[in-house]
């Protein structure tokens, strides 16, 4: 078999891997480009190589790319959920698709925790202060404004318990904190953590963490009733998707100082627009670009966990279990 394969391998042993699995391995990043391949580019690469399989993470496999090429033997996708795919077309042409769960879990874990712990510990308003000279003749003037808080101790919610929340409550137990979450699809059977419903969540923790994907049953599902319920010295966090969030809510929120603050890393719009930016620059929220799952780790992850994937369907035959496949990406991209 024949496979393009536009995802980055850069993990000389990984790319190795998947030569070894199939006849032929075409490697074109997307990389280079500095941009994922449109529809029509990718369709025509797909032509140009004559690839019976494609691997990608990025680019746009919309329902023309796919009735296009209604024979590939499979698809991977390269992420967390496979939000590039038509899945349904794919399905209907019994394409089966397979994506890389947990990836960026430990990127994204490792960033929530930070950059709570920089919000609490006051830590860029205490830098700016410092590079500004503010320092005065007292020794003890930082230790008083800056003095913040410790996340050991604190009640903390993951709205959503799938790989990200579940690391970030590994972590967590050392510190310790105690960790609440609200996952209809998931239940802890060792009883480490609190299985609650959103109100009592977003009305009892101190920080609320929101980790879902966006389906049909999550877009804009925490509005203005749950994020009323934050305490005022509460911190919310969005390492997600932005448009789970209701942003009129959420802006409110912010500026009106109901809660201590947000920290953020999706937005409604990338690149971000006036509204976005109205709580990008509030001194309650710490932003960034979109890059709690950017690791150069987080490539060698997705790309060992697509040749696990690649290589436990073909030990087993794929002969009559194509559908199946494509039902189990879907349950995984569930909010659990």
């Given amino acids: ?34 941009r994922a391949y449109n529809p029509s580019e990718l369709s025509e690469l797909l032509k140009e190589t004559g690839a019976e ?3 990608s993470e990025h680019d746009e496999i919309t329902e023309q790319v796919l009735r296009a090429h ?6 991977g996708i390269c992420r967390g959920t496979p939000s590039n795919i038509n899945l349904a077309v794919a399905t209907e042409l019994g394409i089966p698709v397979f994506n890389t769960p947990a ?15 920089t919000l609490m510990r006051n830590t860029l308003p205490a830098i700016s202060w410092l590079e500004g000279k503010h320092w005065g003749e007292g020794a003890h003037t930082s230790y008083l404004e800056f003095k913040g808080n410790e996340l050991a101790g604190k009640k903390v919610g993951m709205v959503g318990f ?33 299985k609650v419903e959103l109100q009592e969540l977003f009305a009892t923790c101190d920080v609320v963490g929101i980790h879902l994907p966006v389906t049909p049953e ?26 789970v969030v209701n942003k009129e809510d959420l802006l409110h929120t912010i500026e009106n100082g109901k809660i201590r603050g947000a920290v953020l890393d999706v937005f409604y719009h990338e690149p971000p627009d ?44 794929n002969t009559g279990i194509k559908q199946l496949v494509n039902k189990n990406v879907l349950e995984r991209i569930s909010i659990g």
């Fill in 218 to 243: 999550t877009e804009g599902l925490i509005d203005k009733k749950y994020l009323d319920l934050l305490k005022e010295d509460a911190i919310f966090v969005n390492t997600a998707r932005a448009v």
């Fill in 53 to 55: 399989a494609l691997i």
């Fill in 162 to 194: 799938g790989a990200v929340g579940q690391h970030i409550a590994r972590m967590l137990q050392n510190f310790p904190a105690e960790i609440y979450y609200y996952d209809p699809y998931y239940t802890d059977e060792n009883n480490d953590y609190k």
């Fill in 70 to 75: 209604p024979d590939l033997k499979f698809v």
């Fill in 274 to 317: 006036e509204t976005d930016y109205k709580m990008i620059l509030n001194k309650r929220v710490l932003a960034t670009p979109h890059i709690a799952g950017a690791t150069h780790e987080v490539e060698d992850h997705h790309a060992f966990i697509m040749n696990n994937n690649l290589r436990e369907f073909f030990r087993k035959g």
């Fill in 1 to 34: 078999m024949k496979v393009l394969l536009t995802a980055p391998y850069e993990n000389e042993k990984a790319l190795n891997e998947l030569k070894g699995l199939f006849d032929e391995v075409i490697y074109r990043s997307w990389k280079p480009q500095g």
């Fill in 103 to 117: 990836r960026n879990a430990q990127a994204v874990a490792e960033m929530f925790i930070a950059n709570v712990i």
